[in-house]
């Protein structure tokens, strides 16, 4: 028999709050567009399942918190009955396997168009700037022009990501994580890129991240700050929502964040120019790491030697793997093996084939 190989610093445990996670490697939310009307379907049973470890941890994909929150097709829902009744097994059999399963809550804003809204109207988002059409690899057809929220109408959007919040925790989930990065509506708020309000949602810094911070606010009042994370991703630029000034931007909110002393915060690498390619960056997480006094995820690039060392280093608690974990199921134990890995292919990531690319990735004793 193979000796067990040495501890490594990623399959080390690690206390999240109230939870004991027996490892630090953690699945990303990744979109896989298989929820057929927005709402969750039995596939992803076993997708999430595959995935699942005693003490892992897993964020589930973009969850829609609103009838306007969607861009893209078939990705799921969480504000109807229909869709939290639809959660409810798949991260049941999550539990059963001894993971631990967060929800990640999204609202696209103008990352939309009229065919995805309400009544055919206009995606909303803090800006009436349009977004020009991009080939992001999910086939989105067009954006069309969004309408700039009136300030009054920001506390229903506020009030849309807490409900959310409720139903994931009546569904089930441990907790939320609340999608603040990739130019989605959070990040319209936040960058100045897009942000070109005059009220008190816009202009100073401090204005840009209060519709962040009010959703953190929230969130937290609702389900308890032990049961929620955020994601950001200061650095990038993508759907043309970029920072002129990235650092100040990601310091003050991982400073902002202390007071609502939510469980983590979680940041994409600079690194991570566009969604889905790495390219070299002078910049660093590290001052958002030692401002922020939660628990600190990255993730955007990682391997398992990149990975060892960012925890080794105390660069992270725990480290978020998207493309590797979408298709090695048996992530962990293929770093605790130090075995090798499946490749994924980015030509199944959005479609709608329910196993296809989706939970036909073969586990390690399938490929022995
Ligand atoms: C297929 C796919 C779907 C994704 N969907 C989401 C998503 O729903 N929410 C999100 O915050 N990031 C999403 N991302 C970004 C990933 O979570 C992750 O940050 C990115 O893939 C970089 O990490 P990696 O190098 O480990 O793959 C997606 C990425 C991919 C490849």
């Given at each position: 028999m193979a000796a067990e190989a040495p501890t490594i610093p990623l399959l080390t445990p690690y206390k999240l709050g109230r939870f004991n996670l027996s490892h630090r490697v953690v699945m990303a939310p990744l979109t896989r567009v298989r929820s057929y009307g927005n709402v969750p379907r039995p596939h992803a049973i076993l997708y999430y399942s595959q995935r699942a470890s005693k003490g892992g941890l897993l964020i589930a994909e973009a969850t829609g918190v609103s009838d306007t929150a969607q861009g893209y097709p078939d990705t799921p829902g969480i504000w109807t009955k229909e869709q939290v009744e639809a959660w409810k097994p798949i991260v049941d059999a999550v539990h059963a396997k001894g993971g631990i399963f967060f929800c990640q809550i999204w609202h696209v804003g103008r990352v939309s168009n009229q065919g995805f809204q309400p009544n055919g109207q206009a995606p909303i988002s803090s800006t009436d700037k349009p977004l020009t059409p991009q080939a992001n690899g999910t086939d989105n057809p067009k954006f069309t022009l969004p309408r700039r929220l009136r300030t009054e109408e920001i506390p229903q959007i506020i009030n849309d990501f807490r409900l959310a919040a409720r139903n994931a925790i009546e569904a089930g989930f441990d907790g939320v994580e609340i999608h603040g990065a990739h130019g989605y509506l959070i990040d319209q708020f936040m960058k100045d890129q897009v942000n070109d309000r005059?009220?008190?949602?816009?202009?100073s810094l401090e204005n840009h991240c209060r519709f962040a911070l009010g959703t953190v606010e929230a969130v937290a009042n609702e389900i308890g700050a032990d049961r929620v994370g955020i994601r950001l991703s200061p650095f990038a630029d993508y759907m043309e929502s970029g920072d002129s000034n990235p650092e100040a931007l990601g310091l003050y909110m991982a400073e902002s964040l202390n007071k609502y002393g939510i469980l983590y915060c979680h940041m994409v690498e600079p690194r991570m120019k566009t969604a889905e390619e790495k390219s070299e960056s002078s910049h660093s997480l590290l001052p958002m790491r030692k401002a922020f006094k939660g628990h600190f995820f990255v993730a955007g690039g990682y391997d398992r030697e990149d990975g060892n060392k960012a925890i080794a280093e105390s660069r992270a608690d725990l480290v978020v793997y998207g493309r590797l974990f979408l298709a090695n199921p048996d992530l962990p134990k293929r770093f605790k093996l130090n075995a090798p890995l499946n490749k994924y292919n980015r030509d199944t990531f959005y479609i709608s084939d329910p196993a296809l690319g989706y939970t036909d990735y073969p586990f390690l004793e399938d490929t022995a």
């Open positions: 005059t009220d008190q949602y816009g202009g």
